[in-house]
């Protein structure tokens, strides 16, 4: 893309396509006299060549309309169809085609003026001016929508950082794709006043500035607090900032934007070369920063938000488990990390008078309104179960009191009692993942039986006995463990199978494993319960 200057009224590269040399030296000297620089073809074709070839295009091609290869109005259609060069202005000149007709089909077929000669030389000059003066407008309208449109997508990325130094690297990268040019992104959080410069070299992967370029960053964040306002930008001259410049080596003078969020100390600063910005490019530039600092106080406003979520969802959790001679007993609970809301997963593990009660389960969605419904249920749970109802009597009861309080969520758990003897297991679940269960010696294997999930108000079915001996080992889990976009849940749990087939009888061996061959995605939260009988 032509880059136009800033100034409509500067002088620009002119291609002047004529075959008669006198014609060429009038028209080029009158161009030159007026701050132009000319370059001359005396052909169609040749003109085209020099188009395809030159790595820098002028900015306006003045073309006689009688060439000798083709005509004028053919080489501005090839002008125009070729998208390199479609934005090219063209100027008709002729001495013989100039009658309403020519003028109209010149003008029909791409050109942007058509002049007859002769041409007065003040007529030459204005209309280059006019045509220049429309070209220059245009391509800086077109380069400013396209940084914009360009500064919208940056923006976005940013809110897909995982933490400060992502931030910094992707608002970089940013800057190099707006701007096309390497860039410095220097970020101070409020919390604890790090200092991190992020930048691009020679078009490469962003990455921490080599050298340590600690005098230089704050610098730049000295730059920014002298200023009143949230914004700032500020041209500085070569060298003139403290420490090592790594961005020019002190060669160049900076344009360095900086944006504070008042109230915090989260600061983000840009820094470009100031020769790589046009007069439009001052406000972009500035927003970039802007919206950097801003997302850097939003990744610091989730990260204490979801801290206060992970502190308030344990208080729903039990505090430890249970000691039990006819179990030993380990479990994972691992919370969504790309999420600050409280989820609903929960378990729990509680010595009864028939046994040792053992449950999973899952609160549909992640919000206060889960967590409260979570809450309810677990404590709920333990009331029923110690009072000696079975399995499949819990999740009854559990159903009846979801409906009654009219319960704005619905949950799915499943419940599993190991009979006081040692010898058997009852198993009820409501709509949840089933129970895993592989005895000393063979292939492990899922107890599919269930019924509906809670707070639908349907019955359950009653609780299946599954023979068990000491050494077998049970696995409840939530679907965080294995669920995925675009997965097959059949396909998981029957991975899940054979990796438990061939575990270790540990159980915190067996929620290890499990977590390295199903390694959360941070989209769910992860409940994961594993007891080897005694």
Same mark, same amino acid.
């Given at each position: 893309?032509?880059?136009?200057?800033?100034?409509?009224?500067?002088?620009?590269?002119?291609?002047?396509? @004529?075959?008669?040399?006198?014609?060429?030296?009038?028209?080029?000297?009158?161009?030159?006299?007026?701050?132009?620089? *000319?370059?001359?073809?005396?052909?169609?074709?040749?003109?085209?060549?020099?188009?395809?070839?030159?790595?820098?295009?002028?900015?306006?091609?003045?073309?006689?309309?009688?060439? +000798?290869?083709?005509?004028?109005?053919? %080489?501005?259609?090839?002008?125009?169809?070729?998208?390199?060069?479609?934005?090219?202005?063209?100027?008709?000149?002729?001495?013989?085609?100039?009658?309403?007709? $020519?003028?109209?089909? /010149?003008?029909?077929?791409?050109?942007?003026?058509?002049?007859?000669?002769?041409?007065?030389?003040?007529?030459?000059?204005?209309?280059? =001016?006019? *045509?220049?003066?429309?070209?220059?407008?245009?391509?800086? =309208?077109?380069?400013?929508?396209?940084?914009?449109?360009?500064?919208?997508?940056?923006?976005?990325?940013?809110?897909?950082?995982?933490?400060?130094?992502?931030?910094?690297?992707?608002?970089?990268? !940013?800057?190099?794709?707006?701007? /096309?040019?390497?860039?410095?992104?220097?970020?101070?959080?409020?919390?604890?006043?790090?200092?991190?410069?992020?930048?691009?070299?020679?078009?490469?992967?962003?990455? *921490? =500035?080599?050298? +340590?370029?600690?005098?230089?960053?704050?610098?730049?964040?000295?730059?920014?607090?002298?200023?009143?306002?949230?914004?700032?930008?500020?041209? &500085?001259?070569?060298?003139?900032?403290?420490?090592?410049? +790594?961005?020019?080596?002190? #060669?160049?003078?900076?344009?360095?934007?900086?944006?504070? *969020?008042? /109230?915090?100390?989260? #600061?983000?600063?840009?820094?470009?070369?100031?020769?790589?910005?046009?007069?439009?490019?001052?406000?972009?530039?500035?927003?970039?920063?802007?919206?950097?600092?801003?997302?850097?106080?939003?990744?610091?406003?989730?990260?204490?938000?979801?801290?206060?979520?992970?502190?308030?969802?344990?208080?729903?959790?039990?505090?430890?488990?249970?000691?039990?001679?006819?179990?030993?007993?380990? %479990?994972?609970?691992?919370?969504?990390?790309?999420?600050?809301?409280?989820?609903?997963?929960?378990?729990?593990?509680?010595?009864?008078?028939?046994?040792?009660?053992?449950?999973? !389960?899952? &609160?549909?969605?992640?919000?206060?309104?889960?967590?409260?419904?979570?809450?309810?249920?677990?404590?709920?749970?333990?009331?029923?179960?110690?009072?000696?109802?079975?399995?499949?009597? %819990?999740?009854?009861?559990?159903?009846?009191?979801?409906?009654?309080? @009219?319960? +704005?969520?619905?949950?799915?758990?499943?419940?599993?009692? &190991?009979?006081?003897?040692?010898?058997?297991?009852?198993?009820?679940?409501?709509?949840?993942?089933?129970?895993?269960?592989?005895?000393?010696?063979?292939?492990?294997?899922?107890?599919? @039986?269930?019924?509906?999930?809670?707070?639908?108000?349907?019955?359950?079915?009653?609780?299946?006995?599954?023979?068990?001996?000491?050494?077998?080992?049970?696995?409840?889990? #939530?679907?965080?463990?294995?669920?995925?976009?675009?997965? @097959?849940?059949?396909?998981?749990?029957?991975?899940?199978?054979?990796?438990?087939? $061939?575990?270790?009888?540990?159980?915190?061996?067996?929620?290890?494993?499990?977590? =390295?061959?199903?390694?959360?995605?941070?989209?769910?939260? &992860?409940?994961?319960?594993?007891?080897?009988?005694?």
């Amino acid at each position: 893309m032509t880059a136009f200057p800033a100034d409509d009224g500067a002088g620009a590269t002119v291609l002047l396509v @004529d075959d008669n040399p006198t014609n060429r030296y009038v028209l080029g000297a009158y161009l030159r006299r007026a701050g132009h620089e *000319v370059v001359e073809a005396e052909d169609g074709a040749a003109a085209l060549e020099l188009l395809r070839g030159s790595p820098d295009l002028p900015e306006l091609a003045v073309i006689d309309v009688r060439l +000798p290869d083709m005509t004028g109005f053919e %080489v501005c259609e090839l002008v125009k169809a070729d998208p390199r060069t479609a934005r090219l202005p063209v100027i008709h000149v002729s001495a013989s085609a100039i009658s309403v007709t $020519d003028r109209a089909q /010149g003008l029909n077929r791409g050109a942007d003026a058509y002049l007859t000669e002769p041409v007065a030389p003040n007529e030459l000059l204005a209309t280059v =001016a006019a *045509v220049l003066r429309y070209a220059r407008a245009r391509q800086r =309208a077109e380069t400013l929508a396209g940084r914009l449109s360009l500064l919208n997508s940056v923006t976005l990325d940013f809110y897909h950082a995982d933490d400060v130094a992502d931030l910094a690297a992707r608002a970089a990268r !940013g800057a190099r794709r707006m701007f /096309g040019t390497d860039a410095l992104v220097v970020v101070r959080t409020a919390e604890d006043g790090l200092v991190q410069m992020i930048g691009t070299q020679d078009g490469a992967e962003p990455a *921490v =500035a080599a050298e +340590p370029p600690e005098r230089f960053a704050r610098e730049v964040m000295r730059l920014q607090s002298r200023a009143d306002a949230g914004v700032r930008l500020e041209m &500085v001259p070569a060298g003139r900032l403290a420490g090592t410049d +790594p961005l020019t080596g002190g #060669t160049r003078a900076l344009a360095v934007a900086s944006a504070r *969020v008042k /109230g915090t100390g989260s #600061t983000a600063g840009v820094v470009l070369p100031q020769d790589a910005l046009g007069d439009d490019d001052h406000e972009v530039l500035t927003q970039l920063a802007h919206a950097c600092a801003l997302s850097l106080e939003a990744l610091r406003s989730y990260r204490e938000e979801h801290a206060l979520a992970l502190v308030l969802q344990r208080t729903f959790l039990p505090a430890s488990l249970p000691a039990s001679p006819l179990a030993e007993l380990a %479990v994972r609970y691992l919370p969504a990390s790309q999420t600050a809301e409280i989820g609903g997963d929960f378990y729990e593990a509680l010595p009864v008078a028939g046994g040792l009660l053992l449950a999973v !389960g899952d &609160v549909a969605g992640h919000s206060l309104d889960a967590a409260v419904v979570m809450g309810e249920i677990r404590h709920a749970l333990r009331a029923y179960a110690l009072e000696g109802h079975g399995p499949d009597a %819990v999740l009854s009861h559990l159903d009846r009191l979801l409906v009654q309080v @009219d319960s +704005p969520v619905g949950a799915t758990l499943c419940v599993a009692l &190991v009979e006081e003897s040692g010898q058997a297991v009852q198993v009820a679940n409501a709509g949840h993942l089933p129970l895993a269960v592989r005895n000393p010696g063979e292939k492990a294997f899922f107890v599919h @039986d269930h019924g509906p999930m809670l707070g639908l108000g349907l019955p359950h079915p009653p609780a299946v006995r599954v023979p068990v001996r000491p050494g077998t080992q049970l696995v409840m889990v #939530t679907d965080g463990l294995l669920e995925r976009r675009g997965g @097959d849940l059949d396909e998981a749990m029957a991975r899940m199978a054979e990796v438990l087939s $061939d575990a270790a009888e540990d159980a915190e061996d067996i929620c290890e494993l499990l977590l =390295a061959r199903f390694p959360p995605d941070g989209q769910d939260d &992860v409940a994961l319960m594993a007891a080897r009988l005694l």
